[in-house]
């Protein structure tokens, strides 16, 4: 699709403010396909539009770009009795309703104001919203996980969690594991979904970095908010970041985008979803 871009090129050199207060120059390593960035506004949707951006960007590194619709999923949240009346909820959360409710391409429902398509149109063809969701999400093509020292790891647990009200499980990793995992996700350009805390004193949206610094606190991490991962960087001494797309508009200085260190991740993430496949790929 035309609208479906990519504002990134490999080995570019952004430069912006790091946690220590200094500029910091950041060179790109991988940047996966990724669609606008979008705004949430007011909602609580973030988990909507990261997973679904993740469900992108796995597309369009396949060469089969798609654009998928937040406000089909919106509509359809508001008239589930389960769901809580906040909206909220967890990127996994999201795969459960696709398949309960299907989705639609972005050009079918763009914004709540439209009326909710029984059919799903692309490339010429015609699809219930629950065939078009198939189509681009398979039964079971996505995993959540986490990393707790509170229970046993290399096993699914539940996460009780007021934002995980579909009851998922997730596979608990050693913090090593899950932070190697998703490293290898993106640099194989699969689509991430990131879950955790930003209220950490060193998550500084406004010039788009997230490292730790001497204020973050060894409290526990709270489930606050969830962005795509669509690349990786690193900074002028080695440091490895993720590139994060979020859903906060693009008024911040990398319009939209937020680096976010190794140090951060391993202190702040709740959990990822991301393909199943590289768990199977990596436990050969």
């Keep these: 699709m035309g609208e479906v871009r990519n504002i990134l090129k490999f080995f570019v050199l952004a430069v912006f403010f790091s946690c220590s207060g200094q500029i910091e120059p950041f060179t ?3 940047v996966n396909g990724f669609t606008p960035v979008k705004h949430q506004g007011k909602s609580q949707l973030c988990w909507a539009y990261a997973m ?3 469900i992108e960007t796995e597309h369009i590194m396949r060469g089969d770009s798609v ?3 937040v406000a089909y999923v919106a509509y359809h949240l508001r008239n589930d009795q389960q769901a809580p009346t906040s909206g909220r909820g967890m990127g996994i959360t999201l795969i459960r309703l696709l398949g309960r409710y299907g989705i639609v391409p972005f050009q079918s429902m763009p914004d709540e104001e439209t009326p909710a398509p029984q059919w799903a149109f692309m490339l010429g063809a015609e699809y219930t919203p629950l065939e078009f969701a198939h189509s681009v999400c398979a039964p079971d093509e996505y995993i959540a996980l986490t990393s707790t020292d509170e229970q046993p790891y290399g ?5 009780s969690l007021p934002d995980n009200w579909t009851q998922e499980r997730f596979l608990n990793l050693t913090p090593d594991s899950l932070l190697r995992l998703t490293e290898q996700a993106v640099k194989t350009h699969h689509g991430v979904c990131w879950e955790g805390d ?3 004193p060193g998550f500084d949206w406004q010039h788009g970095v997230a490292c730790l610094s001497l204020l973050s606190p060894l409290t526990r991490v709270s489930d606050d908010h969830c962005m795509a991962i669509i690349g990786l960087a690193h900074d002028n001494a080695g440091q490895p ?3 994060m797309k979020n859903s906060w508009g693009t008024g911040n200085d990398q319009q939209g985008l937020l680096y976010m260190s190794y140090d951060y991740f391993l202190r702040n993430t709740i959990s990822i979803v991301l393909p199943r496949s590289i768990i199977l790929t990596n436990s050969k």
Excluded: M, N, R
Excluded at 155 to 159: T, V, Y
């Design 241 to 243: 970041y993720f590139i």
């Design 67 to 69: 654009h998928l619709s």
């Design 28 to 30: 790109h390593d991988v």
């Design 155 to 159: 096993e699914e647990i539940a996460l």
């Design 52 to 54: 679904l951006s993740a």
């Design 198 to 200: 930003t209220g950490d």
